[in-house]
């Protein structure tokens, strides 16, 4: 059974979820410019000259990383989209939620446009093996960083609140 948790906030739920959207705002400010300047880099990879150059599975690998970094930009700017369109019809927790959910999505695409991305740039830059397993250390990295020390956390959490409860 989920014990009800007590965060010391006196708050009702529109408050909470006006509170929650300017804290996802932020989030959104920080994800949305590295993706945006990450996305116009991949753009104008296809019009430098050396492009034509590219081994077909390079080539391959830009066509993914192009749409995964569109796909990443979609999800990560949609939260926008979708509070303006549902503004003003008291559906603010809703939004919050349904928001929340397309930037978890936009963070899984943004680890796999990295990822992608630094495949093909090593490919091209070493043109050996390495750099597979370079990309596979860093997608690691990223993996800790963005999901494993969270989710480490809320188990944590879970399990003090556990204990606490039991006392």
């Excluded at 303006?84 to 927790?93: A, D, F, I």
């Excluded at 397309?102 to 680890?111: N, R, S």
């Excluded at 495949?119 to 690691?140: C, E, F, K, S, T």
Aim: hydrophobic share 55%.
């Amino acid at each position: 059974m989920a014990v009800a948790r007590d965060d010391g906030r006196q708050e009702s739920p529109e408050e909470r979820a006006d509170r929650q959207w300017g804290e996802l705002l932020q989030e959104l400010r920080v994800a949305q410019t590295g993706v945006q300047i990450l996305f116009g880099f991949l753009l104008a990879v296809v019009f430098q000259p050396r492009f034509a150059e590219l081994a077909e599975a390079d080539r391959t690998i830009y066509v993914v990383t192009v749409i995964l970094g569109s796909s990443t930009a979609a999800a990560l700017i949609g939260p926008v989209s979708y509070h303006r369109l549902l503004s003003g019809r008291r559906m603010k927790p809703q939004t919050v939620a349904w928001a929340a959910r397309l930037t978890i999505l936009g963070l899984v695409l943004l680890f796999c446009t990295m990822c992608s991305a630094l495949l093909l740039i090593l490919r091209v830059a070493l043109h050996n093996q390495l750099a597979l397993w370079l990309v596979a250390g860093m997608a690691l990295w990223f993996a800790v960083c963005w999901f494993v020390f969270p989710l480490w956390a809320i188990a944590r959490d879970n399990r003090q609140e556990a204990t606490s409860s039991e006392s």
